[in-house]
């Protein structure tokens, strides 16, 4: 074992020794990489399926309860459910990136806003990896704009250090006297995706 988790991984669907160990490894050394920088991990549990049609039927019915009804993208991989505080993940087609992009997001402080959850998480997920870009999930444009832009951008006001611990609930910004496009990061959701409706 790489790292002792506090999650529990559980397969939807009959899994092979050898996809059970990969997954095991993978989520273990997630945990490792994001211990090693920010000083926690996750404890939302870890739920394995396959194929399209049930990762469809997991975002389905987390739908109504969650933020999960702001995306347009149904081609999900990968999903973070901070009410039922779970982690989906669709292990036929998801790379390591996946992995390490899910539990990121199940350290991030819950009473932060979905855009800014998802931007810090895109931003530590593509740090984390800067030298390994090969594990990295890919995302359509849309991303950029809306969550990895923004964030790149208040990481270059109050360093990666601040960032960390904004992203863990340790400290909190007067968001007002950031530039317009990170205040947007802070904002509630409703108004937040009312003036991004270009998004797809």
């Known amino acids: 074992m790489i790292y002792p988790s506090k999650c529990e991984v559980s397969f939807l669907t009959g899994a092979t020794s050898e996809e059970v160990k990969k997954v095991s490894s993978?989520?273990?050394?997630?945990?490792?990489?994001?211990?090693?920088?920010?000083?926690?991990?996750?404890?939302?549990?870890?739920?394995?399926?396959?194929g399209r049609w049930e990762m469809e039927v997991q975002v389905i019915s987390r739908k109504s309860q969650?933020?999960?009804?702001?995306?347009?993208?149904?081609r999900f991989v990968?999903?973070?459910?901070?009410?039922?505080?779970?982690?989906?993940?669709?292990c036929d087609i998801a790379r390591f990136g996946h992995y390490l992009h899910e539990l990121i997001h199940g350290?991030?402080?819950?009473?932060?806003?979905?855009?800014?959850?998802?931007?810090?998480?895109?931003?530590?997920?593509?740090?984390?990896?800067?030298?390994?870009?090969?594990?990295?999930?890919?995302?359509?444009?849309?991303?950029?704009?809306?969550?990895?832009?923004?964030v790149n951008m208040l990481a270059e006001i109050v360093g990666?250090?601040?960032?960390?611990?904004?992203?863990?609930?340790k400290a909190s910004v007067?968001?007002?006297?950031?530039?317009?496009?990170?205040q947007d990061l802070f904002v509630s959701e409703e108004v937040f995706y009312s003036k991004k409706r270009y998004h797809k």
């Open 66 to 74: 969650s933020t999960l009804s702001m995306y347009n993208d149904t």
């Open 174 to 182: 007067q968001y007002d006297l950031l530039p317009r496009d990170v």
């Open 107 to 150: 350290i991030i402080s819950k009473t932060h806003t979905h855009q800014l959850r998802e931007g810090l998480a895109w931003y530590f997920t593509l740090k984390l990896t800067e030298g390994y870009r090969y594990v990295r999930p890919s995302y359509p444009s849309w991303v950029d704009a809306l969550y990895v832009y923004p």
């Open 78 to 90: 990968g999903i973070t459910d901070y009410h039922l505080e779970e982690i989906v993940i669709r």
């Open 160 to 169: 990666d250090e601040f960032l960390k611990d904004l992203a863990v609930g």
């Open 26 to 50: 993978w989520v273990e050394y997630a945990n490792k990489i994001i211990n090693d920088y920010f000083g926690t991990v996750t404890s939302f549990d870890i739920l394995i399926c396959r």
